[in-house]
C-alpha cells in the first residue's frame, strides 16, 4: 500500500469525522448510533496510524451507515481505492451502497456506474457490460456516459458490430439532421470498426463482404488511410492493381502523412504492371509534393536500376542538401563504401555501424495525442486508447 493512499485514507478518515461531528449534534435519539460509529471510528483511526490501512478500510467501511448525506463519501473511497488498484475493494464498497434500501433512484444508478468501472478495471467484461445496459435503458442522465463505457468494452471485446451500434446509439440522439455533425472521433472509430470487419473477412477470403466492410469505413470517415490501404492490399493481391492504384492513390489527399505506409504497395502494384516510368513519375510527384526520407530512398532504388551506382549517389547526396535524413546519410554511405579504397573503408564501414545504431534505438512512431513511441504502426494508440494518432515520426531522425 503507497504513502500516498495512506495519506488520502486519513483525509477520508477526517472526513468521517466530520460526519460523526455531525451525527453527534442531531437529535439525542439517535446517540445510540453516534457512539456505536464514535467506537468503530477511532478503532479504525488508530488502526490506520498502526499501518494496518487494510483492517482501517474494512472498518471504516463498516462504520459509515449510507445515506444521502455519507454517498458521496463512500464513492469517493471507492473510486479512490479503484484507482489505486484495489479493486475488490471497490467492488465491495459500490455492491454494499446497492444493497441498502432507500437510496434515491439517482444515487443509485450513480453507484451502479461505478461498479460496473470498478468490474472494467478488473477485467469482468461481461458484468460491466450489464450494468451499463441496464443504465443506458433506465438513465437518461448516465445514458451516454454508459454508451461511452459500452462501446470501450466492445473494442476491447472485439465485438465490432456491437461497437458500431452502440456509437449510432451514442450520437443519434445528439446529432443528425438538423442537431450538428457528428465528431469525427466517433466517424474515425466507426470507420476503424468496419475495417476491422473487413479484416475478419479478408483472412476468410470473403472478398466481397471484405469490399462491403471497406466501403462502409470510408462512407463513416472518408479520410480513414487504412481503408485504403487495406483494400489496396486486398486488390492487388488479387492481381487487380489498376484498380489497385486508383484506391491508393487518394491516400496522400486523405492524410499525406501516410504515404510511407504505401510506398511498398505502390511499388509492387507499378512492378505488377511492368510500368516502371508510372512509378518514377509518380513517386518524383509525390516526393514534390510530400518530401520525405522513405520516398528520396526509393527514387535512388530507381535510378540505381535505371542508371546505376553513380547516378543514384549523386541523386541522393543532392536530395540530402534539401532534405537532410540520417537513413539517407546511411544509403549515402552504402555508395561510398563500395567505391572507397581499403583505408577509407574501414572508416566509412566504422561511420555506417555508427549511424545505423543510431537509427536501430530510435523509435519511428509516435502518438500524437499521447506522446506513445514504438516501431510499429498501431491503428488504435495501445497506451491511450485513441484512432488514427499514431504516425511516422518526420525530420532529420525520421522520415
Ligand atoms: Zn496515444
Redesign the pocket.
Known amino acids: 500500500m503507497s504513502d500516498i493512499l495512506l495519506l488520502l485514507l486519513l483525509l477520508v478518515a477526517i472526513a468521517i469525522g466530520y460526519f460523526l461531528g455531525r451525527f453527534n449534534t442531531r437529535k439525542k435519539g439517535e446517540d445510540y448510533i453516534a457512539r456505536a460509529f464514535d467506537k468503530s471510528y477511532f478503532k479504525g483511526l488508530n488502526q490506520l496510524l498502526n499501518e494496518q490501512p487494510d483492517a482501517a478500510i474494512d472498518t471504516f467501511i463498516g462504520a459509515l451507515e449510507v445515506n444521502s448525506e455519507t454517498l458521496e463519501t463512500h464513492l469517493a473511497l471507492g473510486n479512490l481505492l479503484r484507482r489505486q488498484g484495489e479493486v475488490d475493494r471497490a467492488i465491495r464498497i459500490h455492491q454494499n451502497l446497492l444493497a441498502r434500501p432507500g437510496l434515491p433512484s439517482f444515487q443509485q444508478h450513480h453507484a451502479q456506474l461505478e461498479l460496473a468501472r470498478d468490474y472494467v478495471k478488473a477485467g469482468l467484461l461481461d458484468r460491466a457490460e450489464r450494468l451499463f445496459q441496464e443504465l443506458v435503458e433506465q438513465s437518461p442522465e448516465l445514458r451516454d456516459t454508459c454508451l461511452e463505457g459500452l462501446v470501450e468494452i466492445y473494442r476491447d471485446e472485439k465485438e465490432w458490430e456491437k461497437a458500431i451500434a452502440a456509437v449510432d446509439q451514442l450520437v443519434g440522439r445528439r446529432f443528425g439532421p438538423g442537431l450538428g455533425k457528428v465528431p469525427s472521433k466517433w466517424r474515425c472509430a466507426q470507420a476503424h470498426f468496419s475495417c476491422e470487419l473487413a479484416e475478419q473477412a479478408l483472412a476468410q477470403n470473403d472478398y466481397l463482404t471484405a469490399r462491403r466492410y471497406l466501403k462502409a469505413a470510408l462512407g463513416y470517415d472518408k479520410t480513414l488511410v487504412r481503408a485504403s490501404l487495406l483494400w489496396g492490399q486486398m486488390e492487388h493481391q488479387l492481381g487487380n492493381s489498376r484498380e489497385a492504384l486508383k484506391i491508393l492513390k487518394k491516400i496522400p489527399q486523405q492524410d499525406p502523412d501516410y504515404v510511407g505506409e504505401a510506398l511498398r504497395l505502390f511499388v509492387q502494384c507499378h512492378e505488377q504492371l511492368g510500368d516502371f516510368q508510372g512509378l518514377q513519375r509518380f513517386l518524383q510527384q509525390l516526393q514534390d509534393e510530400y518530401p520525405s526520407s522513405s520516398i528520396i530512398l526509393e527514387l535512388t532504388e530507381r535510378i540505381r536500376q535505371e542508371q546505376g551506382d553513380l547516378a543514384a549517389a549523386a541523386y541522393i547526396g543532392n536530395q540530402l542538401k534539401l532534405h537532410p535524413s540520417v537513413r539517407g546519410v546511411s544509403r549515402l554511405l552504402d555508395f561510398y563504401l563500395s567505391y572507397s579504397k581499403e583505408k577509407a573503408q574501414d572508416n566509412l564501414r566504422l561511420l555506417k555501424e555508427l549511424i545505423d545504431q543510431i537509427i536501430a534505438t530510435k523509435p519511428t512512431y509516435r502518438?500524437g495525442?499521447?506522446g506513445?513511441t514504438g516501431n510499429q504502426l498501431h491503428w488504435l494508440?495501445p497506451?491511450?486508447k485513441?484512432w488514427s494518432?499514431?504516425k511516422a515520426i518526420r525530420g532529420v531522425e525520421g522520415e
Open positions: 502518438c495525442h499521447c506513445f494508440c497506451s491511450c485513441s494518432t499514431v
